[in-house]
T-cell receptor, first 110, second 110 residues
Framework: NAGVTQTPKFQVLKTGQSMTLQCAQD?????MYWYRQDPGMGLRLIYY???????DKGEVPNGYNVSRLNKREFSLRLESAAPSQTSVYFC?????????FGPGTRLTVT | GIQVEQSPPDLILQEGANSTLRCNFS?????LQWFHQNPWGQLINLFY???GTKQNGRLSATTVATERYSLLYISSSQTTDSGVYFC????????????FGKGTLLTVNP
């Protein structure tokens, strides 16, 4: 029972490159979320998926797209990376109330 | 949207000391959680506590929903308690979208 897994753990991109962050959960939860964490800013919601087949914008969605591939997987895509997207990205899931975090992806855009 | 303020922003303790962390929120909530982020970046859920009091070992939490604040108590602190403590709230709806405070950085010295 791995909980929430994320790949990759680290990534360095050049401005303008694209990449997809992968997230998978084996907790059989309906809801999944992507947050970014920046120094002094706490965590901010990028996108979320309340159930398979649905996605909605969070607080800071610009520059990102998401796909809820199935109940287990929720991916985050950066189409054209910018230095402002340098951050640590967390995928989370929730069954009813408590949120469970993945280990995070540390992304640097140069 | 709902505002979440945590205090103090930083706290330094000697091992064995007790501490209280505070979380104020600007609107009524139906979900409040406390998280601990360890020095390696992993986020762990400590409490789901929209109201009332809970205890788990040396940690306890109290939320006074009518006065819009929550307190996290750490007793007999240990160096492994070091890290950032986040409070997060959700003010309604069924999507469990959390708004995070900026955290309290706790350093426990041996």
């Amino acid at each position: 029972n791995a909980g929430v897994t994320q790949t990759p753990k680290f990534q360095v991109l050049k401005t303008g490159q694209s990449m997809t962050l992968q997230c998978a959960q084996d907790m059989n939860h309906n809801s999944m979320y992507w947050y970014r964490q920046d120094p002094g800013m706490g965590l901010r919601l990028i996108y979320y998926s309340a159930s398979e087949g649905t996605t909605d914008k969070g607080e800071v969605p610009n520059g990102y797209n998401v796909s809820r591939l199935n109940k287990r997987e929720f991916s985050l895509r950066l189409e054209s990376a910018a230095p402002s997207q340098t951050s640590v990205y967390f995928c989370t899931t929730t069954g009813y109330y408590e949120q469970y975090f993945g280990p995070g992806t540390r992304l640097t855009v140069t | 949207g709902i505002q979440v303020e945590q205090s103090p922003p930083d706290l330094i303790l000697q091992e064995g000391a007790n501490s209280t962390l505070r979380c104020n929120f600007s609107d009524s909530v139906n979900n409040l959680q406390w998280f601990h982020q360890n020095p390696w970046g992993q986020l762990i859920n400590l409490f789901y506590i929209p109201s009332g009091t809970k205890q788990n070992g040396r940690l306890s939490a109290t939320t006074v929903a009518t006065e819009r604040y929550s307190l996290l108590y750490i007793s007999s602190s240990q160096t492994t308690d070091s890290g950032v403590y986040f409070c997060a709230v959700d003010s309604g709806g069924s999507n469990y979208k959390l708004t995070f405070g900026k955290g309290t950085l706790l350093t426990v010295n041996p």
